[in-house]
C-alpha cells in the first residue's frame, strides 16, 4: 500500500493529530493536549515522525508549508551514513542529529537492564543524556517556527522525547500515553518497510513480539520511575545539565495562555 492509501483508509486514523507528509507513516502534531496550569500545548509548533530520508518532493514541499525550520534526528550516525537523508539532504531545512544511541550496535553493546521497555526507556536517558539536553535547547529556541524530531519508526527514541516534552509542559500521563499508543496505529506499515530496510530488517525479523506492540502501560511505567528515580522529566533534565531558563523558555514558545475552544 502507498503512503497516501494508508493515509486515507487506515482504520482508527486520528486524523487531528495525523499530518500528511508524503514518505512518511508517524508524522503527527505534539500539539492540542491540555496543560495542569490550565493551558494547552500550541498547534503545528513540534512535530514528531519516524525516519524522515523517504520523504519525496512533494513531503519536503509540506514540510515548508508547515514551517518546519529544524529536523532533530535521534539516530545514530552510523544509521544516517547508511540510509542518507533522501530529498532533505543539502540544507533544505535546517538539521541537527541528536543521537540518542551513538552507534547502531550501541543498544546491544550497552545492554540495556532489562527486557521491559519501560527500564530500557530509562536507559535511554543515560546512554542519551547529551542528545535529550541538545533537543531541549534547540526546542526552546524562540526563533523557531517549527521543529520536528524523530527515529526510524517514531516510536521509542522519539516516544521517550515527546513524553519528556509533553511532561514538563504538564501534560497529564494519560495524555502521554495515550500519544505514545497511537504509533500503534501506523506501527505494521513502519515495521514492514523496515523490514526491507538493509540496516534494520535482521532486528526486525528477530523482533521479540512484546516490541510488537505499543502499550501505553510502558510509557505509564516509565514516568513513573522517571518520577521515583530522577524526580521527574524536569528534575531529570535540570541534574542533566539543560542551561538555566531553558524550560520555562520552552513552555513560553510551546503553552499557548488558555485552551483552545
Not at 531541549?136 to 521509542?156: P, Q
Request: proline share 5%.
Amino acid at each position: 500500500m502507498c503512503w497516501a492509501d494508508w493515509f486515507s483508509y487506515s482504520p482508527g486514523m486520528n486524523r487531528e493529530r495525523w499530518v500528511a507528509v508524503d514518505g512518511t507513516f508517524n508524522f503527527r502534531d505534539l500539539g492540542g493536549y491540555r496543560s495542569s496550569g490550565g493551558g494547552e500545548v500550541v498547534r503545528g509548533a513540534v512535530y514528531r515522525s519516524d525516519a524522515l530520508h523517504h520523504v519525496s518532493p512533494d513531503g519536503v514541499a509540506a514540510l515548508r508549508r508547515l514551517g518546519v525550520d529544524l529536523i532533530i534526528d535521534l539516530r545514530s550516525p552510523d544509521e544516517i551514513a547508511q540510509v542518507g537523508r533522501g530529498a532533505l539532504a543539502g540544507g533544505a531545512i535546517e538539521y541537527l542529529n541528536a543521537p540518542v544511541i551513538p552507534t547502531l550496535t550501541g543498544e546491544a553493546q550497552g545492554v540495556p537492564p532489562s527486557d521491559d521497555m519501560a527500564d530500557r526507556y530509562l536507559w535511554y536517558l543515560d546512554v542519551g543524556r547529551e542528545a535529550f539536553v541538545t533537543a531541549f535547547g534547540a526546542l526552546a529556541d524562540s526563533d523557531r517556527t517549527a521543529v520536528v524530531f524523530h527515529c526510524a519508526a517514531g516510536k521509542d527514541r522519539t516516544g521517550v522525547l515527546a513524553a519528556m516534552i509533553l511532561s514538563v509542559l504538564g501534560v497529564d500521563d494519560e495524555d502521554i500515553a495515550a500519544d505514545y499508543e497511537l504509533t500503534g496505529l501506523a506501527l505494521d506499515s513502519i515495521l514492514d518497510r523496515l523490514a526491507r530496510d538493509p540496516i534494520h530488517g535482521e532486528a526486525i525479523a528477530n523482533m521479540a513480539p512484546e516490541r510488537r506492540v505499543v502499550s501505553g502501560e510502558v510509557m505509564r511505567r516509565f514516568l513513573g520511575r522517571l518520577g521515583d528515580v530522577h524526580g521527574g522529566a524536569a528534575a531529570w533534565l535540570h541534574d542533566a545539565g539543560v542551561a538555566p531558563g531553558t524550560l520555562q523558555q520552552l513552555r513560553s514558545r510551546l503553552l499557548s495562555s488558555s485552551p483552545s475552544p
